[in-house]
């Protein structure tokens, strides 16, 4: 009778502490997970684009007067309710030259990101590295159309 009784204990024991564990686990990695291109949007974007997209960030007092940014909430509904998802990351990486992001020559979040590679690890395929970030902040942004 005691060995069975020490059995159950045993077992349940064992199963509170996996149980326990597995609980502990889940909660890390959803408290250490980043959102890339939230993290992106915020520390490149979001000073000309404001937080929300709409244009409104605290730099766009510091542009030429007269010029306008696009309101980033709304470009699904200006392309008939079609997010342009390959048009915005040709923005972003410089293939689309926008004036205000770099000229032609150095479209300039695709360069800071294979910069950035390069001074991580020169081992990582530094244009692998720039496209993930580029496609992260593309998906963001996307986050951001009007309902």
């Not at 937080?51 to 730099?59: H, N, Q, R």
């Not at 306008?68 to 915005?88: A, C, D, I, W």
Request: glycine share 8%.
């Amino acid at each position: 009778m005691n060995s069975k009784l020490v059995r159950a204990f045993i077992v349940g024991a064992i199963a509170v502490g996996i149980a326990t564990m597995v609980h502990a686990q889940e909660s890390s990695l959803t408290a250490g997970s980043i959102d890339i291109g939230k993290h992106e949007y915020d520390k490149h974007c979001a000073q000309c684009h404001g937080l929300s997209g709409k244009g409104d960030g605290p730099y766009v007092q510091l542009l030429r007067a007269g010029t306008v940014l696009p309101n980033l909430t709304e470009l699904s509904k200006k392309n008939s309710g079609v997010y342009p998802f390959l048009r915005v990351y040709w923005i972003i990486d410089g293939t689309v030259p926008v004036r205000a992001h770099g000229s032609a020559n150095m479209p300039i979040w695709g360069q800071v990101y294979k910069f950035q590679s390069q001074n991580l690890d020169p081992l990582y395929d530094s244009e692998l590295f720039a496209r993930t970030k580029i496609f992260a902040l593309t998906e963001y942004v996307w986050r951001l159309q009007a309902k």
